[in-house]
């Protein structure tokens, strides 16, 4: 079975470009994560969705961030404009239960270079 | 803003020995996750824990989850290089819905051979 899917993998791009990252959950997965991973800070919850509709957007940076999930199979992580400071690596999480026993599955992750 | 603190964040030793981190936090929580992530992949679970005392095992790893639900460990007998990774903590506190977990920021282990 295929599991979470994101591209690109890596992405080098200039402080001011925007920079969307893309998230394919696994198939029938309810609930889907996006974090961002530093060595500084860890692995931190950005947004959430439960049915494609966003339910807990507490962990976004700024409005500089957004993001969406227009069907069940898709999500968009975007930044714009953005700045060295993004600089991390952003994982997709999705999962198919509403209760903290369900496993996490993340994707590999992108790789964001700000420069 | 709850906090999950990992200990150590650092652990190289050699092949054969044996190991613990901890997972600690002020708060309880309803539920306890641990993850292992390799380089360039995202974290893959090991295990969820759920009620105080319990222990679970999984081959040479052994997970305790504390009485009052507010600690954890990962103990490693024999480890060996393929062990190697980091290990993530991540634990639920509100007492159901997928709110998110909160992850501690882990603990860098390295398994010389």
């Known amino acids: 079975d295929a599991g979470v899917i994101q591209s690109p993998r890596h992405e080098v791009t200039e402080m001011g470009q925007e920079v969307t990252l893309r998230c394919k959950p696994i198939s029938g997965h309810d609930y889907l994560f996006w974090y961002r991973q530093t060595m500084m800070r860890g692995l931190e919850l950005l947004i959430y969705f439960n049915n494609n509709v966003p339910i807990d957007d507490s962990g976004m940076p700024e409005d500089r961030f957004s993001a969406k999930m227009p069907n069940a199979s898709f999500s968009t992580l975007k930044i714009q404009p953005s700045e060295p400071r993004d600089s991390a690596v952003y994982f997709c999480?999705?999962?198919?239960?509403?209760?903290?026993?369900?496993?996490?599955?993340f994707g590999d992750g992108t790789r964001l270079s700000i420069l | 803003t709850q906090l999950l603190e990992q200990s150590p964040q650092f652990l190289s030793i050699q092949e054969g020995e044996n190991l613990t981190v901890y997972c600690n936090s002020s708060s309880v929580f309803s539920s306890l996750q641990w993850y292992r992530q390799e380089p360039g992949e995202g974290p893959v679970l090991l295990v969820t824990v759920v009620t105080g005392g319990e222990v679970k095992k999984l081959k040479r790893l052994t997970f305790q989850f504390g009485d009052a639900r507010k600690d954890s460990s990962l103990h490693i007998t024999a480890a060996q290089p393929g062990d190697t990774g980091l290990y993530l903590c991540a634990g639920e506190y509100s007492g159901g819905g997928a709110d998110g977990l909160t992850f501690g920021k882990g603990t860098h282990l390295i398994i010389q051979p």
């Open positions: 999480a999705s999962s198919g239960g509403g209760d903290g026993n369900q496993p996490q599955h």
